[in-house]
C-alpha cells in the first residue's frame, strides 16, 4: 500500500520561505509522477507544480513560478517543493500526490494523496 506523508508545513511572514517534503512508502511503475496541490479555505484544489522522477522534467502554476522549485532525491524516495518570496494568497493546505496519467494539473490524474500540510503566510 502507498502511503505519502507531508511535512514541513508552518507560519511564515510575506517574504520569507518554506521547504516542504512528501516521502512515499514505495515507488511503483503508476508513481512517475508526483505532484503538489493546495487547497484554501472555501476554494477548490489548486495545481501547484509537478515533477516526473525519470527525466526530472517540471511544470508549475503561473502563479508561483520563479519563486517555487520541486525537486526529487530518488534514493529517499522524496519530493521537496522549496518556497521562497511567500505571498499570504500562498495561504493553503498543502498536498502530496503521486500518479501516471496525461493530465500533469487534473487532480483525478492523482492515484495517493498524502494527508496536507498548513502553510501560512502572514502580511
Known amino acids: 500500500q502507498v502511503h505519502l506523508v507531508e511535512s514541513g508545513g508552518g507560519l511564515v511572514q510575506a517574504g520569507g520561505s518554506l521547504r516542504l517534503s512528501c516521502r512515499t512508502s514505495t515507488r511503483t511503475y503508476n508513481m512517475a509522477r508526483m505532484a503538489w496541490f493546495r487547497q484554501a479555505p472555501g476554494k477548490e484544489r489548486e ?53 501516471a496519467t496525461s ?15 498548513q502553510v501560512t503566510v502572514s502580511s
Not at 78 to 95: F, G, R
Request: glycine fraction near 8%; charged fraction near 20%; hydrophobic fraction near 35%.
Open 47 to 99: 495545481f501547484v507544480a509537478a515533477i516526473r522522477w525519470t527525466d526530472d522534467l517540471t511544470l508549475y502554476t503561473d502563479s508561483v513560478k520563479g519563486r517555487f522549485t520541486i525537486s526529487g532525491d530518488n534514493a529517499k524516495n522524496t519530493v521537496s517543493l522549496q518556497m521562497n518570496s511567500l505571498k499570504p494568497e500562498d495561504t493553503a493546505i498543502y498536498y502530496c500526490a503521486t500518479g
Open 103 to 117: 493530465s500533469w494539473e487534473r487532480a483525478a490524474s492523482y492515484d495517493y494523496w498524502g494527508q496536507g500540510t
